[in-house]
């Protein structure tokens, strides 16, 4: 039986690019969130990483689920798989890079190759709908 990461990620587009961070010491870029912690919902779970990690406020009743995606778990061995839900939300504050991120970026679909395996499925998906450049 294969090994799942359960978590949750953040979806924010702005002008037809999508926020991506990138961990110290890491080459792909990723979308906001983490993995919940013991009890948690997702909304909570989505509140407590996104302030961890980029700084912000997420509003909590404007967070809609986008979709659930799973594929390989990027850089993990074989077997192990990541299902993420996503969501979209609002939020206040200024985003910048906290705890292990490196860099933020906006992301264009041409920057598909640098993202994990399962945010590739996501990124494909934001093409298809007209939502990324």
């Given at each position: 039986m294969s090994e799942?990461?359960?978590k949750v990620a953040w979806i924010l587009i702005r002008e037809g690019r999508v926020l991506g961070a990138r961990?110290?010491?890491k080459d792909t870029y990723y979308f906001p969130g983490g993995k919940r912690e013991s009890g948690e919902t997702d909304?909570?779970?989505l509140i407590r990483e996104v302030k961890e990690e980029v700084s912000v406020d997420i509003i909590p009743d404007t967070a809609i689920e986008f979709g659930i995606y799973e594929?390989?778990?990027h850089g993990k061995a074989e077997g192990i798989q990541v299902k993420m839900t996503c969501f979209t939300a609002g939020y206040t504050g200024e985003l910048s890079p906290a705890?292990?991120?490196a860099e933020l970026a906006w992301l264009a679909y041409e920057d598909r190759e640098r993202v994990s395996a399962?945010?590739?499925i996501i990124f494909d998906q934001l093409h298809e709908m007209k939502l990324l450049d």
């Open positions: 799942i990461i359960d961990s110290q010491g909304a909570e779970t594929a390989p778990a705890a292990e991120i399962v945010s590739r």
